[in-house]
């Protein structure tokens, strides 16, 4: 079973539309939580850390789950913009910032 | 403020033979990680350096290794090059604070023929 598991989609979805991606992650020690943003053939850029009380910026909303294990991304008024790969990441407690990756979930934003 | 900053940007190399991937780090950063990405697939972690000693490795062959240099800049060598080791490398950077963000370069896509 992979450390961090997300469906990879694609989701294609219209512009406007709110959609929603999931994660679950399997080790218990996890400590921190991200959502990075790649977009085609460049560099993964933090898009938001993950807090057990949930966060906003904007847009974008992430929860968190410690009982569930899971992490979840909610898009709103999608953009073509925010067409990309949404990356799954944990840090482990003691994990000296090693970051474990999700395959990633694929958007597409359409008109 | 230069990011992260790898190099080459791209390369070529035959089964068997050995590359050399270079990554600076952000200004001030003194951590330097790298992973591996394969096409369709995430960053998987390769390992790390601090004050030039590898301080964690994940699940890659011996044929893998690197070093960091004491202005905090790193290498990636891969010897024996194998089909498989076709990817996109990628550097981050951060300080060494739990939680850091780490910043990612751009990469070096390798190709192996």
């Known amino acids: 079973r992979k450390e961090v598991e997300q469906d990879p989609g694609p989701f294609n979805v219209p512009e406007g539309a709110t959609v929603a991606f999931n994660c679950t992650y399997s080790?218990?020690?996890?400590?921190?939580f991200f959502w990075y943003r790649q977009d085609c053939r460049k560099e993964p850029k933090l898009l938001m850390s993950?807090?057990?009380s949930g966060n906003e910026d904007g847009r974008f909303t992430a929860q968190l789950n410690r009982a569930s294990q899971y992490i979840s991304l909610l898009i709103r008024d999608s953009k073509l913009s925010d067409s990309a790969t949404y990356l799954c990441?944990?840090?482990?407690?003691?994990?000296?910032?090693?970051?474990?990756f999700g395959t990633g979930t694929q958007l597409k934003v359409e008109l | 403020d230069a990011g992260v900053t790898q190099s080459p940007t791209h390369l070529i190399k035959t089964r068997g033979q050995q590359v050399t991937l270079r990554c600076s780090p952000k200004?001030?950063?003194?951590?330097v990680s790298w992973y591996q990405q394969a096409l369709g697939q995430g960053p998987q972690f390769i390992f790390q350096?601090?004050?030039?000693?590898?301080?964690q490795r994940g699940n890659f062959p011996d044929r893998f290794s690197g070093h960091q240099f004491p202005n905090y800049s790193s290498e990636l060598n891969v010897n024996a090059l194998l089909l498989g080791d076709s990817a996109l490398y990628l550097c981050?950077?951060?300080?060494?604070?739990?939680?850091?963000?780490?910043?990612f370069g751009q990469g070096t896509r390798l190709t192996v023929v």
């Open positions: 981050a950077s951060s300080l060494e604070v739990i939680n850091a963000e780490a910043f």
């Open positions: 080790n218990s020690a996890s400590q921190s």
């Open positions: 993950v807090y057990s």
């Open positions: 990441v944990v840090n482990r407690a003691g994990g000296g910032n090693k970051l474990t």
């Open positions: 200004s001030g950063h003194d951590t």
């Open positions: 350096y601090y004050e030039e000693e590898e301080r």
